[in-house]
């Protein structure tokens, strides 16, 4: 018998490979060409409305953009040098908000940002929402965050405001819902998608009662155009700026407009202005049970948890209205935003909004500016191109064969070849370099910014004691803190609105980008103020003999001496020791990463010879 | 055995022309513009070129096809070009179709092709201008496309 060849087995091993390649293959070109036919899958529609607006349901219908919206829930966070939704301690990165805010409980909890889908978790986090926690540690007057705040973290909000919000008008309901306190508020969110009521799914992000933004606070049920949901910005499109209402889409505007108008809803300055009358809202039965009590023995008219429990039922109560307002009276249509018109703005309602606190230094009484991207945005040159929110944050891209809106929505950095590709044909690496150059240069007058106020509240604190050893500052043996206010009321304005103007671009999440002109232009001024305020200082310490005044010149390593450190409890606390880490989870609250704190160092002064040969880590 | 292997021969045969036939292979040996379409990278480029002067007919045939400017017009030069720019369109669409990038970038060679096409047509209009930046040994030299951004395609697709 002739010997078997072992070549033969060999190649039919080698054909019955070749012959599954191709065949994988093929399926794989008929997938592909398949893939361009549809958008949406047809099989399994569900049908969308705005009774359960959860991205679990819509989702099923787009699949894709579930899939893209989802990403932060489980990717590591990054940082840029100035952004990114790694969510780092900006006090322990910043120490100067410490002295800037102080008084107000940003002072003592603000991080950095970390998307929209965690938008409603963090809120419900943070030590800001606390009220054991902050009347424990030094905030005794503080009643309790009202749902105003809730307006933008949750896709609950427009079902709560009609469902819950008590009136017969659309603006009694308005008011109602934007004055209940928070955590009342939170406990209505109904049970949806198969979720029992109060179990752990309810409390979570997946519908529940942590669901951050969702499919419907910008699109439309039935047809996905877009649309605005919430009342504040339709409010403010239409009594300031000459914006027509829609019972569908908010205000009438092109898709271009509302490519940006819908980021407008949430990303803007605002303010809880009071209406000065009282109004009905949801209250809880918890308030007349005097066995329940805060950390000061102060009764509780409210359980600080998110559903109700051990017999603590609805009532309803009266209180003082508050409406949530964005302060753009003085800003007209199709005009580029000027931080003057807040100025006008704030001085028009000062009889009766005059402060968002007093600050506790200083006394002088302050604005906190929050995220105002679409008033800064609208002046620079991108907005002056007709280019949207939209078309950097949420570019084009290829899905299989499908033309998709990035729905995974983050700097602008993490994909700058579909973001600023699409009119930019520059390198990569060229755009990059231009954005942080602009970045660096904003950082740069923002610390000087901020190093001057603090120096001015650090100068105006020397100036109060000093003023209160003299006689005419004393009544009945105390000081008169009124009186030396009142002193000094041209260096406590200029205090308010130069630090107003630095906390805007703080606040404003692109140190710059959107109009570094605008943003150098008001931050030009706050230098110019606090220095003014310091000169103000002098001469009234001249004026009142007082000798020896000088004023102060705080730099980096002065400031980097306030650092906070993390937030940990002071006392025992609700089950929690003192010198427990106030955070559950480690990547929340923790220092910033060291290349960002050297950079931060080379920034103010302006280390060329560092800063400039360093090119962009992310 | 033998008879195993001449079936599993035939077999991939018969798959290996049925999966040519499924992706249009036929195609790639033409010079029509619908065949670089096939890919649906290629979409919005191919819908701006549709919109632009040079897909205009002229007696039934567009005035320059993908091919006219983005391949080399001497037969083997563009027949090489062909199959390796083929094998690496079909190897990333295969593989790597989720990293490739929104917007693609011209490498120097294909800039070269390109550079060369214009002046094939337009060789005479150009040469009445004045060209001194056109040198292509300069550093950063300038070529059509350099002004002419938006003639073929918008560029940054």
């Known amino acids: 018998m002739q010997k078997k060849s072992p070549l033969l087995p060999i190649l039919v091993v080698v054909a019955v490979i070749v012959l599954a390649g191709l065949l994988w293959l093929n399926s794989d070109i008929t997938k592909k060409q398949n893939d361009s036919v549809g958008g949406i899958a047809s099989k399994g529609f569900v049908e969308m409305s705005d009774d359960n607006p959860t991205f679990d349901h819509w989702g099923k219908n787009f699949p894709d953009y579930l899939d893209m919206y989802l990403t932060v829930e489980n990717e590591t966070p990054i940082s840029t040098e100035f952004g990114g939704n790694l969510a780092y301690s900006k006090l322990i990165r910043y120490p100067q908000l410490t002295i800037l805010w102080a008084g107000y409980p940003f002072s003592i909890d603000a991080n950095e940002e970390r998307g929209h889908f965690w938008v409603q978790v963090d809120q419900m986090d943070t030590a800001r929402n606390n009220k054991d926690f902050l009347n424990a540690h030094g905030f005794a007057g503080f009643g309790g965050q009202p749902t105003a705040c809730m307006n933008c973290h949750s896709g609950w909000s427009p079902w709560l405001l009609e469902n819950v919000g008590i009136g017969d008008t659309p603006r009694e309901k308005w008011v109602s819902f934007n004055s209940t306190k928070y955590w009342t508020m939170i406990k209505n969110i109904p049970a949806v998608e198969g979720i029992e009521e109060g179990s752990p799914a309810h409390s979570g992000p997946h519908g529940g009662k942590r669901m951050g933004v969702t499919c419907a606070d910008c699109h439309n049920p039935n047809d996905m155009q877009l649309r605005l949901t919430r009342q504040a910005a339709i409010n403010a499109l239409v009594d300031f700026r000459g914006y027509e209402p829609d019972p569908v889409t908010g205000v009438k505007a092109s898709r271009e407009e509302m490519r940006t108008l819908v980021c407008s809803q949430c990303h803007v300055e605002y303010y809880f202005k009071p209406t000065g009358e009282k109004v009905k809202v949801m209250g809880e039965s918890i308030a007349n049970d005097a066995s329940k009590k805060w950390w000061n023995g102060t009764q509780k008219t409210y359980d600080e948890f998110d559903s109700w429990r051990d017999g603590n039922k609805p009532t309803e109560i009266e209180v003082d209205g508050i409406e949530l307002v964005f302060p753009w009276s003085a800003w007209e249509k199709n005009k580029p935003f000027r931080i003057e018109m807040f100025d006008d703005h704030y001085e028009g309602v000062r009889a009766i909004f005059d402060k968002d606190w007093e600050h506790k230094i200083t006394k002088a009484p302050m604005l906190k500016i929050q995220h105002p991207e679409s008033e800064l945005y609208s002046g620079g040159v991108h907005a002056a191109n007709g280019v949207s929110c939209a078309d950097c944050h949420m570019p084009y891209l290829r899905k299989g064969a499908k033309k998709v809106t990035q729905h995974n929505i983050t700097s602008p950095l993490q994909d700058i070849n579909a973001a600023c590709k699409s009119c930019h044909t520059q390198s990569e690496s060229y755009l990059k370099a231009q954005i942080l150059d602009i970045q660096k240069s904003i950082a740069y007058d923002l610390r000087s910014a901020e190093y001057a106020t603090v120096s001015l509240i650090n100068d105006i604190k020397i100036l109060r004691e000093e003023l209160a050893k003299l006689p005419e500052y004393q009544s009945n043996g105390k000081v008169d803190d009124k009186k030396i206010s009142e002193t000094l009321k041209e260096p406590l304005e200029l205090h308010r609105k130069g630090q107003m103007r630095g906390d805007f671009v703080g606040a404003e999440n692109s140190t710059g980008f959107h109009n570094p002109r605008e943003a150098s232009r008001m931050l030009l001024q706050a230098v110019e103020m606090a220095k003014e305020g310091q000169i103000k200082l002098v001469e009234i310490a001249n004026e009142k003999g007082i000798k020896n005044f000088k004023t102060s010149n705080l730099g980096f390593e002065d400031i980097q001496k306030l650092n906070p450190g993390e937030i940990k409890y002071n006392i025992d606390l609700n089950g929690n020791k003192a010198g427990d880490r106030y955070y559950k989870h480690e990547e929340i609250n923790g220092p910033a990463p060291k290349e960002l704190l050297d950079l931060d160092k080379n920034i103010k002064p302006y280390n060329y010879k560092e800063v400039d040969s360093k090119t962009s880590s992310y | ?157």
């Open chain 2, 1 to 157: 055995m033998a008879v195993i292997l001449g079936c599993l021969v035939c077999l991939i045969i018969g798959v290996g022309f049925y999966t040519f036939y499924n992706a249009k292979g036929m195609s790639y040996f033409s010079n029509d513009s619908e065949a670089c379409n096939n890919c649906h990278i290629m979409n919005d480029v191919y819908n701006d070129w549709s919109r632009g002067t040079h897909s205009q007919k002229i007696a039934g045939k567009p005035r320059a096809t993908c091919n006219d400017c983005h391949l080399p017009h001497q037969f083997l030069e563009k027949w090489v070009a062909k199959a390796e720019s083929g094998l690496g369109h079909a190897y990333s669409f295969t593989f790597k179709l989720d990293v490739l990038p929104t917007h693609l970038s011209a490498t120097q060679k294909s800039k070269d092709m390109i550079q060369d096409n214009c002046i094939r047509c337009h060789g005479d209009m150009a040469s009445n201008s004045v060209n001194a930046t056109m040198n292509p040994h300069a550093n950063q030299a300038l070529s059509c496309v350099s002004c002419h951004a938006g003639v073929g395609h918008k560029r940054g697709f």
